[in-house]
C-alpha cells in the first residue's frame, strides 16, 4: 500500500504555463485536500474535496482549481502560473471531512520563474 | 478565527535529553483536535500524536507526549530520550469540528546535538 503518491516530485515552470499536479491515494479516504507550505506561513489550505465529486475553497484558493471526479485522485491546476505559486504543495487525504486524521504525501516542490 | 502559535522558531536538545516544544491555540469552540506533525529533510509530513479536546488524559506515543490544558489552550508536545532521527520541523495543527479546516502553526525546528 503506497498510501497518497503525487506527481511531479519537483518542477520548474516558467510563468504563464498551465501546470496540473497530480495525487492519487489508494487508501478509500473519502476527503482529500491541497495545501501549500511557504517559509515562516506553515502550511495552508488551498481546495479540499469531502467526497468524490464535490469540492470547496480553503484558505489560499484564488489562482488554483481542483476536481474530483473519482475517490482515488485529485489534481491541483494552475491556469496561468505565477511567481508567488513558487512553493511546496502537499496533498493530504483522510477517512472523513472534518473529523479525522489527515495523512500527508510527499510534496511537490514548484518553481516558477 | 481561530489560529495556531508556536512561538519557538528553533529548539536545541542533546541525544538522550527531553524536550519540550511549545504550542498555543485560540478558538471558541469546544469540539476539535490537535495534532502534532513532524517534517524531516526528507519533506515527509509525519503525524506524531493527536489529541481530542473531549479527553482529559494526554495523550502518548512511545517516546512522545503532549501536555493538553483545555482552559489555557495550550497544547505542549515532550519528546523524551531524543533521538538523532528526531531532528525535523514539528508543527502543531488544529482541526476545529465547525470550520473543518485543518490549521497549522509556523513549526518550530528541532536539532538533536549527539
Known amino acids: 500500500i503506497a498510501g497518497i503518491t503525487q506527481a511531479p516530485t519537483s518542477q520548474i515552470l516558467a510563468a504563464g504555463r498551465r501546470m496540473t499536479l497530480r495525487c492519487t491515494q489508494d487508501m478509500r479516504h473519502n476527503a482529500m485536500y491541497w495545501y501549500r507550505q511557504d517559509l515562516g506561513l506553515g502550511l495552508r489550505l488551498i481546495h479540499y474535496?469531502?467526497?468524490?465529486?464535490?469540492?470547496g475553497k480553503g484558505e489560499v484558493p484564488d489562482g488554483y482549481s481542483v476536481s474530483r471526479a473519482n475517490t482515488d485522485d485529485f489534481p491541483l491546476t494552475l491556469a496561468s502560473a505565477v511567481p508567488s505559486q513558487t512553493s511546496v504543495y502537499f496533498c493530504?487525504?483522510?477517512?472523513?471531512?472534518?473529523?479525522?486524521?489527515?495523512?500527508f504525501g510527499p510534496g511537490t516542490r514548484l518553481l516558477v520563474l | 478565527a481561530q489560529t495556531v502559535t508556536q512561538s519557538q522558531p528553533e529548539m536545541s536538545v542533546q541525544e538522550a535529553e527531553t524536550v519540550t516544544l511549545s504550542c498555543t491555540y485560540d478558538?471558541?469552540?469546544?469540539?476539535?483536535?490537535l495534532f502534532w506533525y513532524k517534517q524531516p529533510p526528507s519533506r515527509q509530513m509525519i503525524l506524531v500524536i493527536r489529541?481530542?479536546?473531549?479527553?482529559?488524559q494526554n495523550a502518548t506515543e512511545n517516546r512522545f507526549s503532549v501536555n493538553f490544558q483545555k482552559a489555557a489552550k495550550s497544547f505542549s508536545l515532550k519528546i523524551s530520550d531524543s533521538q538523532l532521527g528526531d531532528a525535523a520541523m514539528y508543527f502543531c495543527?488544529?482541526?476545529?469540528?465547525?470550520?473543518?479546516?485543518?490549521?497549522f502553526g509556523t513549526g518550530t525546528l528541532l536539532a538533536v546535538q549527539p
Open positions: 478558538t471558541s469552540e469546544s469540539d476539535y483536535y
Open positions: 495543527a488544529y482541526l476545529g469540528g465547525a470550520t473543518n479546516k485543518l490549521i
Open positions: 493530504a487525504s483522510s477517512d472523513s471531512y472534518g473529523q479525522e486524521t489527515q495523512y
Open positions: 474535496s469531502n467526497t468524490a465529486g464535490t469540492t
Open positions: 489529541q481530542e479536546a473531549y479527553k482529559q
